[in-house]
């Protein structure tokens, strides 16, 4: 069983953004604090401000610009990152094995990550995010550009790795990917301005779609000039 939560905000030059966290049945993920405060928090069960070594080797990122080298191949690629998270060469040569079936990359494996459609290149970036089984995953906007087979086939990856154990944060531009979590937290000028399910907070804005959620409480921004 997975939980999924849902943070949806402004970022950046007034970017808005879907921040998506599916939790698994077990494990651990807190958060706490203000930007410019003190604040504190844990992340896996370790504190941020003392364990970020050991934070560090249990998290997996992927970011919103492709980040694989081009000129290099899968394999090569696959083997890099494994051995950055801290993976032995026996676990990195059975792991990416395995991830590569997994994809039904096996024939790509010589490929150079340059010449892979961009669907491709997406996710073998999340199946790098996850090379060294982290408990947490953060994803930037993953399914940005893709097409919606792909988006879809993407999202089956993501529930199969938060049903393996690990936690995964997803932003994405998509409104309609908040309806895949189980839960959704919305935050306006810095703060959350709604947490619950997506059934419970379209029964409470007297909408139809996450979309008018989120436009519902957008309107209530006090952006600056």
Not at 107 to 115: D, H, I, K
């Amino acid at each position: 069983k997975t939980n999924c939560k849902d943070l949806n905000g402004p970022v950046a030059a007034a970017l808005e953004f879907l921040n998506a966290v599916i939790v698994p049945q077990v494990g651990h993920i807190q958060t706490a604090g203000r930007y410019g405060g003190t604040g504190s928090g844990t992340v896996a069960g370790f504190d941020i401000m003392s364990e970020g070594e050991r934070i560090k080797r249990r998290i997996g990122y992927m970011c919103q610009r492709f980040s694989l080298y081009d000129d290099l191949t899968v394999w090569e690629n696959m083997h890099l990152f494994a051995g950055i998270y801290g993976l032995s060469a026996k676990q990195t040569e059975e792991r990416a094995t395995e991830l590569l079936e997994r994809l039904n990359f096996s024939s790509e494996r010589n490929t150079l990550v340059g010449s892979l459609p961009l669907g491709w290149k997406q996710k073998l970036s999340f199946a790098i995010a996850t090379i060294h089984r982290p408990e947490v995953v953060f994803l930037d906007e993953p399914t940005g550009g893709v097409d919606p087979v792909t988006r879809r086939q993407f999202w089956e990856m993501i529930y199969e790795a938060a049903e393996g154990g690990t936690t995964i944060f997803v932003t994405t531009h998509y409104m309609d990917e908040a309806e895949y979590c189980s839960r959704v937290s919305i935050m306006v000028d810095g703060e959350v301005r709604a947490l619950d399910t997506p059934a419970r907070l379209k029964q409470q804005f007297a909408a139809e779609s996450m979309d008018e959620v989120f436009r519902t409480l957008a309107r209530g921004a006090q952006r600056g000039e």
